[in-house]
């Protein structure tokens, strides 16, 4: 588990957030809290579960991204789901008890994908020397007058070098069969999954290229390699004690059931949703999860209903409400800038495929900020979202001019070319097409 301080968390987030201070400072003792529960002993630890938290905000200001973000600081399993799905179940909602189905099987390709780091080097050993034998057969023609040894040294050292990255081989691969969906926009199953090894294992032969075959190698040695038995206990064990669930548009289920109609079914998904936060057992297909220590993270906007509106019994198990603020301008022009995913810098290298160099000089940037905070203010707030829409319509002349084999181009966005390229959305506000 990870070590890091409330301080130091907040720090991380910062680099990927802006604002939202309150909401930063929430989670980030939530995760430390586990880290401590962690030290106790066994006895203390039973007594203490995590405080959920409520986040109240407008979309687009961050409380997916503050959650997702806390999750893979520390590689915790983590997932999102929304609360309206769990609605009218039997007819398109889902079982409640399924978060937790899912929350499992991302524990698993988190504990999976690091056992395959771990046995990476064994099995791109073996992969290497069944390439080269294939590669060797392929190549007798080419072998001449040169000793075994030379010539299998020299195919190796092409190999590494990735020459015969894009040769055609032919490959023997074991032939798994497709998941099965059971009902549209149910579960899958998988055959294999079901009955393992009391089916034989197909094989077929296909052609693919040497760095498709190589892949496909390190993939089946890495399961060899693997103890699965072993993943499902850790993975089980991950989501048990450090998983994170973030259970979206809670605000669209609260309201009064004496009100009838759609509010007694949302009344209902609530009272579906208790269970699961307060602590229960749910069976999966890898073993039985106790979500006692689940850290359940809320969110909805609370535009119409309130987070009083919502049954008592699952108040009380969101003790903490922390309040996301709307995005200023000056909030606007750190997104446009200061995170390590900055949106500039994300089209930046995106054009800089076609050989477009961009530019923002600061006025522009000032310029979008304040455009995209003025048209949140006087339409719908759809938060940093805004930001998106307004440099899809800023950089929509060049997008579509880029392409073909140019040298490379340096374009200045400067404030004359915002306010020249947006003059239409500043007067009408036409960004219908753009709404994300």
Same mark, same amino acid.
């Given at each position: 588990m990870n070590h890091l301080s409330p301080r130091q968390i907040v720090n991380e987030l910062d680099k990927y957030i802006i604002g %939202?201070?309150?909401?930063?400072?929430?989670?980030?003792?939530?995760?430390?809290?586990?880290?401590r529960r962690s030290r106790l002993s066994e006895?203390?630890?039973?007594?203490i579960t995590p405080k959920n938290i409520i986040m109240k905000g407008p979309t687009g200001v961050g409380k997916t991204e503050i959650a997702r973000r806390l999750a893979k600081l520390v590689k915790a399993p983590f997932i999102k789901v929304e609360a309206t799905k769990y609605t009218e179940v039997g007819y398109v909602g889902r079982d409640v008890e399924s978060m937790i189905r899912d929350l499992v099987e991302c524990s698993i390709r988190l504990v999976r994908e690091e056992k395959m780091k771990e046995v990476a080097v064994r099995a791109e050993g073996t992969a290497e020397k069944k390439i080269l034998a294939i590669l060797s057969d392929a190549k007798k023609a080419e072998r001449g007058e040169l000793a075994k040894e030379v010539f299998e040294a020299k195919l190796?050292?092409?190999?590494?070098?990735?020459?015969?990255?894009?040769? %055609?081989?032919?490959?023997?691969?074991?032939?798994?069969?497709?998941?099965?969906e059971i009902v549209p926009g149910g579960a899958e199953i998988?055959?294999?999954s079901i009955f393992g090894d009391m089916l034989p294992k197909k094989k077929k032969r296909r052609k693919m290229t040497v760095k498709q075959a190589m892949q496909q190698i390190i993939a089946e040695e890495s399961d060899k390699l693997i103890d699965d038995e072993a993943v499902h206990t850790e993975a089980l064990s991950r989501a048990e004690e450090q998983g994170i669930i973030f259970i979206d548009e809670i605000d669209k289920?609260?309201?009064?059931?004496? %009100? *009838? *109609?759609?509010?007694?079914?949302r009344e209902g998904v609530q009272r579906d949703i208790l269970p699961i936060v307060e602590g229960c057992t749910v069976m999966t297909k890898y073993g039985p999860v106790k979500t006692d220590f689940i850290l359940f993270i809320a969110a909805g906007a609370f535009h119409i209903s309130k987070v009083e509106d919502l049954i008592p019994e699952l108040q009380g198990r969101f003790p903490i409400n922390v309040e996301l603020q709307s995005l200023s301008k000056d909030d606007f022009v750190k997104i446009l800038t200061q995170p390590q995913n900055a949106i500039t810098t994300q089209y930046g290298k995106l054009l800089g495929v076609d050989n477009i160099d961009l530019k923002f000089t600061e006025d522009a940037i000032e310029e979008i900020a304040g455009i995209s905070a003025d048209m949140n203010a006087t339409s719908e707030d759809i938060g940093a979202?805004?930001?998106?829409?307004?440099?899809?319509?800023?950089?929509?002349?060049?997008?579509?001019?880029?392409?073909?084999?140019?040298?490379?181009?340096?374009?200045?966005?400067?404030?004359?070319y915002v306010d020249e390229h947006l003059e239409k959305i500043i007067k009408n506000r036409d960004l219908k097409k753009y709404v994300l």
């Open positions: %939202q201070d309150e909401a930063k400072r929430a989670v980030a003792i939530a995760l430390r809290n586990r880290y006895a203390d630890r039973e007594e190796a050292e092409d190999l590494h070098a990735g020459k015969y990255n894009d040769f %055609q081989i032919e490959l023997e691969v074991v032939d798994a069969p497709k998941p099965m998988n055959i294999g289920i609260a309201g009064k059931a004496n %009100q *009838g *109609g759609a509010d007694v079914s979202r805004r930001l998106h829409t307004v440099m899809e319509y800023l950089l929509e002349d060049i997008s579509f001019n880029a392409g073909g084999d140019y040298p490379t181009v340096t374009v200045n966005i400067d404030k004359k």
